[in-house]
């Protein structure tokens, strides 16, 4: 058994030298790449407030001018009690009869949302005539992740389609840190790294980001503590400020990976570094 360990530890040495890494060989990302892709990384849950924007200005106009439906106006404009809607979007043509309504029933009021929404469009057909009846008795309905969706419009399937396609962003707006950040933000020097990609928020209230370093040779070590100061740091920032936040400081991913320390503070760690490793040269 001693020679056996010994014979290990050889081989083990060996891999050091030639690979970079016991057990595990030196690899290449393509940083410029994912520095333009992965920030526009989503989720698979679907996001409300991503809608309006992925249906009315993306790819090909399916709308005209549309205005807004708030809650206020729910009784009067639509026969809807807004105590049985949680989350909501309602937008209308303000030249024709074009609708589309997202609702997230709150609890137990679903079926009682459901008769009164049901309840508005059979008063439309009622009141309209010839294409226009058509349209309305044409209607598309469905129910996604927990909202009821209507649309009334000459694209219905291709509307839907794009609301259900509104989905979360992994991280939110981000921004580069410059090589003059490195000193002032992680106190390390560019001569300590090959190559890095470091990604913070634009804005103050979010933690999402994510951290690439290529460590030069005999520098490993001394860029790991330089970045468990800085998120030990992080922690304490958040600690006292926004609660959900500060568990994705907590939960956040470190990673080593063919030569690179890989930090990831988002909402799917896992997604993020699988999609990380398809960036391998």
Known sequence: ????????????I????????????????????????????????????????NVEFTGEPTFG??????????????????????????????TN???????KPTEGNKDALKAQVDAYFK????ASKDAVKTKYENRKTDEYEGY???IVSDHNEDVLNRIKGSKQYV????????????????????DLLEEYQIKLPIMNVHANSYYILKPKKGNMDTVKTKMNAYFKKLEEQWSTYLPAQYELVQNRMEKEYGGYLIYIISNDNNAVFE???GYEK
Do not use: H
């Not at 105590?83 to 937008?91: A, F, G, I, N, P």
């Open 14 to 53: 060996s891999m050091i030298l030639f690979l970079g890494g016991c057990g595990e060989k030196s690899i290449q990302l393509d940083l410029s790449k994912m520095g333009s892709e992965l920030p526009e990384m989503r989720m698979n849950q679907f996001d409300i407030s991503d809608v309006v924007l």
């Open 171 to 190: 991280f939110g707006d981000l921004t580069d840190v410059k090589e003059e950040m490195l000193t002032q933000n992680f106190d390390l020097s560019k």
């Open 97 to 103: 009869e074009d609708i589309y309504m997202i609702f």
């Open 1 to 12: 058994m001693k020679y056996k360990n010994k014979w290990l530890g050889i081989l083990c």
């Open 123 to 126: 008063a439309q057909e009622s």
């Open 65 to 94: 001018d549309m205005e807004d439906i708030y809650e206020e106006a729910f009784s009067e404009k639509l026969s809807i009690n807004k105590d049985y809607v949680e989350r909501y979007l309602v937008r209308k043509s303000v």
């Open 148 to 150: 009821l969706i209507y």
């Open 275 to 277: 999609k990380i490793k």
